[in-house]
């Protein structure tokens, strides 16, 4: 791509992000069906995965996903945040006062951030974007397929040619909901509950992932 190229296409994105800005505040239209935001997320996470490259105005549009007027981590107690909804949000907000419970429907995949589709409890589906990370552990092992977690103060963006998400940049502002948190909605809650595990149970688990160099992880045991 030449100067001139790039040029445009830098342009076009300084129009494309005004844009948004300028439906700060709305909700967004013709969002993608549940099955078109999983089957989306899928194809990309394989292409990366069979070493697919993209191309370079594409590669300049996901800088531009990543660009992002940056704010503060939420600093409310918990117990005074408010629950929401993904129906509830608004683009270019950061919803102060507030936060929202999302279960992962897919396995994440990783480029400036690690991607994850996630639903609300009314089945609605979004994509979550989740940034800052530990970089050496895999996506799948911080937010597998049916992990459940709090997103707190989300803000809700439009991303350049491509929908829309929830956007995480600060690790204090997720939360990870394990076992039997009360927080967890009772339609998330399991069915079946496992009886007690002895302490050499835990001693097992916790020497398989040592063993397996899945360090953070053996370490949780």
């Known amino acids: 791509m030449d100067e001139g190229q790039r040029l445009y296409y830098y342009n076009s994105l300084e129009e494309i992000l005004k844009g948004a800005e300028a439906r700060k505040g709305q909700k967004p239209i013709n969002k993608p069906s549940r099955s078109q935001y999983i089957s989306q997320h899928n194809l990309k996470k394989e292409e990366l995965e069979v070493g697919a490259g993209e191309s370079e105005e594409g590669q300049i549009r996901w ?3 990543v660009a992002y007027n940056e704010h503060p981590p939420c600093i409310v107690p918990f117990a005074a945040l408010e629950k929401m909804l993904l129906d509830d949000l608004r683009l270019e907000i950061v919803h102060r006062g507030s936060y929202i419970i999302l279960r992962a429907v897919v ?5 400036a951030c690690m991607l994850i589709v996630a639903e609300d409890e009314n089945g609605e589906v979004e994509l979550v974007q989740i940034h800052n990370q530990d970089d050496r552990r895999s996506p799948a092992s911080i937010v597998p397929d049916g992990q459940i977690f709090i997103v707190k103060e989300p803000y809700f963006k439009e991303n350049v040619g491509d929908g829309t998400s929830i956007r995480v940049d600060h690790v204090s502002d997720i939360i990870f909901l394990e076992g039997e948190d009360g927080r967890i909605p009772e339609k998330w809650q399991p069915r079946i509950r496992l009886p007690a595990r ?7 688990d916790g020497n398989k992932f040592y063993r397996g160099k899945q360090y953070f992880e053996a370490a949780q045991w």
């Open 107 to 111: 396995n994440p995949f990783k480029m």
């Open 63 to 65: 800088l531009a996903n």
């Open 198 to 204: 002895r302490s050499l149970d835990w001693k097992e």
